[in-house]
Nanobody
Framework: QVQLVESGGGLVQAGGSLRLSCAAS????????MGWYRQAPGKQRELVAS???????RYADSVKGRFTISRDNAENTVYLQMNSLKPEDTAVYYC?????????WGQGTQVTGSS
């Protein structure tokens, strides 16, 4: 079984920065892609950023230029660097790993950008 362990969430002032971490129980190259989703109260879960096994990245329009997804292969960890945080970034952020046939999810971590 695969486990994704998230950390780094918290409360930050608007304009501040935060880095989320997602540590996988195995090699991240076991997955086609990994990414970060977020879900605000009353809203559907949305893709924030993703990175493929080949290193290609994509971002939601709302976070382009502010968020950066990266990985540390030796640590089997993906990161989401969040800069210039806004109150509208407030949500529960989930780590996702996409395998060939199964998706895995972390438990979620709360991110709050206060005004």
């Amino acid at each position: 079984q695969v486990q994704l362990v998230e950390s780094g969430g918290g409360l930050v002032q608007a304009g501040g920065s935060l880095r989320l971490s997602c540590a996988a129980s195995g090699s991240i190259f076991s997955f086609n892609a990994m990414g970060w989703y977020r879900q605000a109260p009353g809203k559907q879960r949305e893709l924030v950023a993703s990175i493929t096994r080949g290193g290609n990245t994509r971002y939601a329009d709302s976070v382009k230029g502010r968020f950066t997804i990266s990985r540390d292969n030796a640590e089997n960890t993906v990161y989401l660097q969040m800069n210039s945080l806004k109150p509208e970034d407030t949500a529960v952020y989930y780590c996702n790993a996409d395998s060939f046939s199964v998706d895995y999810w972390g438990q979620g971590t709360q991110v709050t950008g206060s005004s």
